[in-house]
């Protein structure tokens, strides 16, 4: 029974010496969490200005891709309705070549007022 009783002695000891050692283990493992955290917050961090920056360069193509389809748009109407008129009235080529300027210069003016209403939007922001 006293053997016993030792074991049980040496079990309590080696139980503390264990508690003791997984204690330290659990403190380091905290500290290196909370090290992986902190970096991953300064990556995050730096992804947001990253993201920024792409949805400012998707933003800044849109509005050219927009301006230039309006350009398109009038230049293609404006040969459009010469082509037709051409046609109805028999005046080729002149009907296209009037009205092709005429598009030419209702897309330009049509993208410099949407330039211009661009501007003072983003002048608000």
Do not use: H
Not at 8 to 25: H, I, K, V, W, Y
Not at 89 to 111: D, E, Q, Y
Request: hydrophobic content about 45%.
């Amino acid at each position: 029974m006293a053997e016993g009783a030792k074991d049980g002695g040496n079990g309590s000891r080696g139980q503390s010496s264990d508690e003791a050692a997984l204690s330290a283990r659990l403190g380091s493992l905290d500290r290196r969490l909370s090290a992986i955290e902190d970096s991953r917050k300064i990556g995050t961090d730096q992804s947001g200005n990253e993201q920024e920056t792409a949805q400012a360069r998707a933003s800044a193509m849109a509005v050219g891709l927009r301006l230039s389809s309006e350009l398109v748009a009038g230049v293609l109407g404006g040969a459009a309705l010469g082509w037709g008129i051409d046609r109805l009235l028999s005046i080729s080529p002149w009907g296209l070549i009037v009205f092709l300027l005429l598009g030419f210069v209702a897309g330009v003016i049509n993208v410099m007022r949407t330039a211009g209403v661009m501007a003072k939007q983003s002048e608000r922001l």
